[in-house]
Each structure stands twice: as C-alpha cells, then as structure tokens.
C-alpha cells in the first residue's frame, strides 16, 4: 500500500509565492447554474477561502486585464482599433450568413472574435493551454448557446477612459 500526502484541492488550487496566488492545474471553475449542484461539489472541498483577484495578461509589453476581449481599452488606439475591426468583421459576418457551426474550436474563435483577434492571442493562448492545435479540438464545449457570453459591439471598452 502507498500513502501519499493530499491538499485540499487537489490539482486545482492556487498556491502563494511571494504574496501572489497562482492557479495550479485547471480551473477553479464550476460551469453549472444548479445550487445544488455547486454547493455538492463545494461540500467536498472542506474549508476553503474566497478571495477576489484580477488576472492580466501581457501582449506586447501591455497588461491587460482578463479576459483579452474586455481588456481591449488598455493599448495604443492603432492597437485598439485593429482588434475593434477584427471583432465588428466578424460580427457582421455572422450577422450575413447567420448561425454556423464551427468546425473546431479554431473556426468558432475566429467566426466569434475575427482573425486579428484570434492569431495574436486566442489561438495561441488556447493551444498552450490545451498543448495541441485548435483545429483539432472539437468545438461543441463552447459552441452551446448560452455556454459563453459572445461579443457585442457595446460591450467593448475600444476608447480609454482618460483622455
């Protein structure tokens, strides 16, 4: 028999270096509306802590706060202007050709976000987190309505607030 010693959490946790808390091993995640639900998974984790915390990500020597798409406002106005036109492109184009199924996670990414959006961050963000190429992960985790929120043009914060 071999004994191990086990954290709450197991995989996925967070851990404390220097001050700062980092995500180990997946998400912390629970995607269910259930009340039930979640609270029969949280009644198996035992004592734990909510804390809030702000994740940013770095693009280009800028950290933007997460998710990318809301973090938008933080670059410089060419920078903001060209994601602005990758995500109005690729909302007109859905709007043109109405709902498609995507492919892979690769076409729904690019169909959702457009192309400029898609290959300077989702994509290669996504296939380091799945360590394999995006047109080789199915789609249908994502692509079920009301699953994610989808981009809208109001919701983006293209222009700074600071003038």
């Given at each position: 028999m071999v004994c191990i010693d086990v954290e709450p959490g197991g995989l996925?946790?967070?851990?404390?270096?220097?001050?700062?808390?980092?995500?180990?091993?997946?998400?912390?995640?629970?995607?269910?509306?259930?009340?039930?639900?979640?609270?029969?998974?949280?009644?198996?984790?035992?004592?734990?802590?909510?804390?809030?915390?702000?994740?940013?990500?770095?693009?280009?020597?800028?950290?933007?706060p997460y998710p990318f798409e809301n973090g938008i406002y933080v670059l410089p106005p060419e920078q903001?202007?060209?994601?602005?036109?990758?995500?109005i492109l690729a909302l007109l184009e859905n709007a043109r050709h109405g709902e498609r199924k995507p492919a892979s996670l690769r076409d729904w990414i690019v169909n959702t976000f457009g192309r400029e959006v898609a290959e300077d961050y989702l994509i290669p963000y996504n296939e380091k987190i799945w360590k394999r190429p995006v047109d080789q992960i199915s789609?249908?985790?994502?692509?079920?309505?009301?699953?994610?929120?989808?981009?809208?043009?109001?919701q983006y914060r293209f222009m700074s607030t600071t003038y």
């Open positions: 996925l946790r967070s851990i404390s270096i220097k001050g700062y808390l980092f995500d180990i091993g997946g998400s912390h995640v629970v995607f269910s509306k259930d009340p039930a639900v979640l609270n029969g998974i949280l009644s198996l984790v035992g004592e734990r802590t909510r804390k809030a915390g702000k994740a940013y990500i770095s693009l280009n020597g800028y950290l933007l903001r202007a060209r994601y602005g036109h990758s995500i789609a249908d985790w994502v692509y079920t309505p009301g699953r994610l929120p989808l981009p809208g043009v109001v």
